[in-house]
Nanobody, 126 residues
């Protein structure tokens, strides 16, 4: 198991950019796929983006495709989510997650990720 801690959230204006980070503990982090999920006010948690352990497979939700970029630095045990052209509907608590049950080839689900962070809030003002 790895432990995940998000950082970098905060208030941003619509049209702006923000990068959130997630630091992972554990020497085996490089073997884990990582993902970002979010939960907006009054909404269910939804998938945002995922990247396989090797970085060779990357998936995005249609709602963020072309605006968000997921990346990882295994040497730093860190995964990033760069968010551009933010919209008020992107307002949510963003969670990072890690797991070993997904390696690309199909749509990832929350069940593929066994380790979750506490979340970081990203309010987007209009």
């Amino acid at each position: 198991q790895v432990q995940m801690v998000e950082s970098g959230g905060g208030l941003v204006q619509a049209g702006g950019s923000l990068r959130v980070s997630c630091a992972a503990s554990g020497r085996t982090f490089r073997r884990y796929a990582t993902g970002w999920f979010r939960q907006g006010p009054g909404k269910e948690r939804e998938f945002v983006a995922a990247i396989s352990w090797s970085g060779s497979s990357i998936y995005y939700a249609d709602s963020v495709k072309g605006r968000f970029t997921i990346s990882r630095d295994n040497a730093k045990n860190t995964v990033y989510l760069q968010m551009n052209s933010l919209k008020p509907e992107d307002t949510a608590v963003y969670y990072c997650a890690a797991g070993r049950d997904w390696d690309g080839g199909r749509w990832p689900t929350a069940a593929d990720f066994s380790s979750w962070g506490q979340g970081t809030q990203v309010p987007v003002s209009s």
